[in-house]
């Protein structure tokens, strides 16, 4: 006999404004309702995932080898799982991208598409709220990040927060003593337990010569002895002005110290970021030996992911928001010991769309009819499939410039991925597209797009994102094609005064 869940009076709101809105397949229930979802509960994985914060898609040892960097952790989930070399976070931001993730939603639905706090729709469910309706266990440790209040958790649906915890800690150090407590206790019902780790988002304090908030790393040795410069380095060949305006902007900045940084200064810079990222793998090791402990790693879906990247000397750029690979593509393995293969695919994926379908498709719930992202399920099973998508669409709003001569440079973005180029369009700018063969140039060191011998192909990519906008009803996208996507200058202003809003650092 399943056991009827009381529904809160926001609960019950929030489910009448989605009948409302007409999109009765966001209730989990649909299709299973919770007490349906209780007695299946036996048959169900638990879903533990595995979330850091700034961390490249390369950036672990089963993918670059461990000459520079060793991430066991990390890897031993490569050992008995899907690893996705091609996964895109939807905007290479932190607040973007999680509040897409938990959603599953692209951030022009959410309204995040930059470090800043807006309400969220309340047909805009969460995550947590999903698996709770459904009868899960609900758990979230570490860094939020989130537009919902942590303290509500009528509004995100995890009943488990980081607790307090002895001084003397981490911040990285805590999230893992908190996961790994929940692992090791009795559960009565599947659970889904969250763990946000911070590093290696420590590399911006790094850059800056702060204190690091997960602590120390030690002393980068000399330059001979760290890793090598990026390759990709320089900027690319014919840039499009408006990123040339942009990397002007953040490095005058004090977000973005790094505009004289040398060759050897970005070794040593890389140095440390390979060091943050073995510290949370070291972190997130305790969480897998906690699972491992409690017997119950053969029946949990384990997802490993991170929020965006950092280009650590990519074309000169340090951190997030950017387009270029190393800030928007990520680390994506889904492991479930048992089921899922070791191996490998190309596949596209956003992770922002496509995370929570996954997740609600492993544990046999329905997913919604409106969310926009398939399940990467069949994928993690190894699978055959006759078809998948043949693009991606990324988001970005780059605004933490700081001021080059009388403008502060703002740009918002799209960036369209398929199987071998990469073509992105910004809302200002002389030039204001890019393409480039990402089959034949994966550093994106050449800039094709005003190459007449790739008109052709810059059209048709045109043409997908036209199309993906009118199918997702993003209404940026008509402005920056407009008029066939005429020049759109930088606004010159007088710097003014702004209303301060939460923004991260």
Known sequence: MGVITRKTRREFLREAACATAGVAGTAVWASQPPAAASAASASRPNILYIMTDQQFGDAMSCRMGTRYIHTPAMDSLAETGMVFTRAYSPNPLCMPMRASLFTGRYPHETGVTRNAYVDMKPE?????LYFRRAGYETAYYGKWHLCWDQNDPDTHGFDNMTPVVAKGLDRDARTAASAAAFLRKQHDK??????SFVNPHDICQYARGQELPCGPIGEAP????????????????????????????YHASSL???????????RRQRWGYYRMIEKVDAEIGKVLAALRD???ENNTLVIFTSDHGDCTGAHRFNQKTVFYEESARIPLII??????????????????????PTMLDFAGLSIPRDLPGRSLRPLALGQPLSQWRDYIVVQNHMDQAGKVGDIRPALEGRMV???????????????????VDMANDPGETKDLATDPNYRKVLLEHREILAKWAGEHNDPLVPALLADNVKPIPFIHIEE??????KQAK
Not at 124 to 128: K, R
Not at 190 to 195: E, G, K, S
Not at 336 to 355: A, F, S
Request: aromatic residues 8%; proline residues 12%.
């Open 190 to 195: 599947p659970f889904l337990l969250v763990a």
């Open 256 to 266: 973005f110290p790094v505009g004289n940084f040398t060759a050897d200064d970005w």
């Open 222 to 249: 000399p330059p001979d002895q760290c890793p090598p410069a990026p390759a990709n380095l320089e900027p690319p060949l014919n840039e499009p002005d408006s990123m040339t305006m942009m990397r002007k902007g």
């Open 335 to 356: 492991s479930l010991k048992g089921q899922t293969p070791k191996g490998t695919t190309d596949k596209l994926v956003n992770i922002g769309i496509d995370v929570l």
């Open 294 to 296: 409690s017997g119950l």
């Open 496 to 501: 003014t005064k702004k209303p301060k809003e």
């Open 417 to 435: 991925r398929t199987d071998r180029w990469k073509y992105c369009i910004y809302s200002r700018g002389h030039q204001r597209e890019s393409l």
């Open 124 to 128: 805009h469910v969460s995550m947590g």
